[in-house]
């Protein structure tokens, strides 16, 4: 079974810190993708990056990035340089590849919810 | 462009009432899945519904089911109303039903039994 541990369950920074949300996860598919979405209040998940298993290069995106690991299982999140509008909760996903007749049972974490004060 | 809409925002049941939550997907998104969030948890998966036709349920009881129409849209149906069904039921949509395919999120319908 395919599960996603976020250890984290409130982090608070100060503005302009750098911050780093943890995602372990495990799956005995050898396909499968990662996903990161933010939760603001209003409760619409958001959509901010996709990995899958076969590609473990880093990625950047603003002041976000993003450091894949399949030796350690983790797919961890940075935010550089914090700022009051990424005060959100943010959930790890994992979704495995289910054959000709995939679908999508996508597996999320618990989530971390990142107060950034100014 | 129009994202994922959910209706209705909130709702006040008692228990062993029945429910019926609707969701309209991106246009051109031919895949919905339905997402059960308890205050405090991550979304747990409910079904997911390609094409028409149901390709994945998660670990939920009878009480719940869905159906998609033709346009697209869907419905999520819970019978038999308990407290502990009191959640966030999000619909997500996305262009094909694979593992590869990100989600769009609606905002969700805010569901309180009592």
């Known amino acids: 079974a395919q599960k996603v541990t976020q250890a984290q369950t409130e982090i608070s920074v100060v503005e302009k810190e750098d911050v780093t949300l943890d995602c372990v996860y495990e799956?005995?598919?050898?396909?499968?993708?990662l996903f990161w979405y933010k939760q603001p209040p209003s409760g619409e998940l958001v959509f901010l990056i996709r990995?899958?298993?076969?590609?473990?290069q880093n990625e950047i995106s603003g002041r976000y990035s993003w450091n894949f690991q399949k030796s350690t299982s983790s797919f961890n999140f940075t935010i550089t340089a914090s700022q009051v509008v990424d005060s959100a909760v943010y959930f790890c996903?994992?979704?495995?590849?289910?054959?000709?007749?995939?679908?999508?049972?996508?597996?999320f974490g618990t989530g971390t919810k990142l107060q950034v004060i100014p | 462009d129009a994202g994922v809409t959910q209706s209705p925002t909130h709702l006040i049941k008692t228990r062993g009432q029945h429910v019926t939550l609707r969701c309209s997907p991106i246009?051109?998104?031919?895949?919905v899945s339905w997402y059960q969030q308890v205050l405090g948890q991550g979304p747990q998966f409910i079904f997911q519904y390609y094409e028409k036709e149901e390709r994945g349920r998660g670990n939920f009881p009878d009480r719940f089911s869905a159906r998609q129409f033709p346009n697209y849209s869907s419905e999520l149906n819970v019978n038999a109303l308990l407290l502990g069904d009191s959640a966030l039921y999000l619909c997500?949509?996305?262009?094909?039903?694979?593992?590869?395919?990100?989600?769009?999120f609606g905002p969700g319908t805010r569901l309180t039994v009592l």
């Open positions: 996903a994992l979704s495995e590849a289910r054959g000709s007749g995939g679908y999508q049972k996508v597996t």
């Open positions: 246009s051109g998104h031919k895949s």
């Open positions: 799956t005995r598919d050898t396909t499968y993708y």
């Open positions: 997500a949509s996305s262009f094909r039903e694979t593992a590869y395919n990100e989600q769009f």
């Open positions: 990995r899958n298993s076969f590609d473990e």
